[in-house]
């Protein structure tokens, strides 16, 4: 039986990166996509429970079957796996994102949330990201990188727990160096929201920012792309801090 | 001039939890909360982009300044700590949260989220969250421990980059046997979403789940709260799986 591989995203199934992946992974198998009908950039782990989710058939023809809901990400995953999968997928995809999610933009990326989800529930999953926020981004430059990358795991797998968080640079397919496997650089987002006052005077916050990285060591993202590779963080969803293990026990334990 | 505690959750401003820890720390220093107005559990890192972010002035009196705003548990923090603080917050607190963020449930958490927003920003936080999803549970029996690992922070400070995930057992405070700090487990979330009919005959999916745990090893947090301790889990935002990294260098490299 062909593989089966389940696609999501964060920019809605409308998305033209949602649409270049799908075209690139065809021929690798059968293609169930669960998207959202709502942008869910930024929503990172979320899950919905206060509302009920309802979904959507978007397209279906052998071999490839498109469902909206009205979702985070993470929900997409969950319902595309649990309700909308003929079988077990063999690989969970995301993106391809419109924009960066390297460095700690990982923590934000709903992107990310979805393939870190896959990931917590036993699949083999990968996020593709291009550094590029325009809508009409050509992602055609995407696709020799993904193929390659998609083969190689859905032949070979992933380590249990570890996903890929890939991002490529934003440049002609034959600039691009190569592939480099990073850490996450470290970096925050300075000055979150900018105060305006609305028609009637009265105060709002719109969310905006400056990122700050002084992590651009060889080894880490930043520094594989701003030297022209696609970078792939090996991803895992264990937040212990384990090098200050000892230290807080001493602190702390009684 | 007296420390500045910053403190937010997920459960909203009108939460149990979050006067309780208020009144915990008053002694402490000087106060101002960020909450929401909206329930933010399951938010996990969400960030709100798609409107703007209105806040309202809760309660003001010399140390205690409360406010509200429509967003997410890390908007709260972000606009907490940038708009509505007389000056830098010495510490950052986010709950007490009604229900567990231990193990994989700290991936989830909208109580987290904030503090570990907070961390990324260079701000010692901590989450405090208790065993107990009852919205009328007793959150009394966190004050000492609550105090207890407050004064320290506010003594000591956090290493750079690390804060602290803290799961209170829901049993009278007299029978805690005391505090572990611990590594978080491993586990996942299985049948996350429940299949229901409406009334008009057309389905729907609310979120539900069995929270799967095979890891209970000692030196694990739910270990220590099977055990009749509050588990205390120094966090961190680097989702490098750094375990794998050299295998994935000779597999993907190029």
């Known amino acids: 039986m062909k593989p089966l591989i389940l696609i999501t995203n964060d920019d809605t199934v409308h998305a033209k990166g949602l649409t270049v992946l799908v075209d690139a992974v065809r021929e690798f198998g059968d293609i169930v996509v669960m998207s ?9 782990h979320a899950i919905t429970s206060a509302v009920p989710l309802r979904t959507r058939t978007v397209h279906e023809e052998e071999g490839l079957w498109i469902y909206s809901c009205n979702g985070t990400p993470v929900d997409c995953f969950d319902l595309g796996a649990g309700y909308f999968c003929p079988r077990r997928p063999n690989l969970v995809l995301s993106g391809i994102n419109n924009g960066s999610n390297a460095s700690v933009n990982v923590v934000y990326s709903g992107t ?16 593709f990201s ?28 992933l380590p249990q727990g570890t996903s890929l968080n890939v991002n490529i640079p934003d440049m002609p ?49 930043i520094h594989a792309l701003d030297n022209g590779y696609v970078s792939v963080v090996p991803t895992h969803f264990d937040y212990t801090d384990y090098n200050n293990i000892k230290d807080m026990q001493k ?3 009684q």
Chains 1, 2 share one sequence.
């Open 130 to 157: 291009l550094l590029n926020y325009d809508l009409e981004a050509d992602f055609s430059l995407c696709v020799p990188i993904v193929k390659n990358i998609v083969a190689d795991v859905l032949e070979n797998g």
């Open 173 to 221: 397919y034959e600039q691009i160096k190569g592939i480099r496997v990073c850490r996450q650089s470290q970096a925050f987002w300075a000055d979150s929201h900018e105060k305006r006052i609305d028609p009637i005077g009265r105060p709002y916050w719109w969310l905006t920012g400056e990122f700050i990285c002084d992590d651009r060591q060889p080894g880490s993202d």
């Open 112 to 127: 990310m949330g979805a393939v870190i989800e896959a990931s917590m529930k036993g699949f083999d999953a990968i996020g």
């Open 251 to 253: 602190r702390f334990n």
């Open 36 to 44: 959202s009908d709502v942008n869910g950039s930024g929503m990172s």
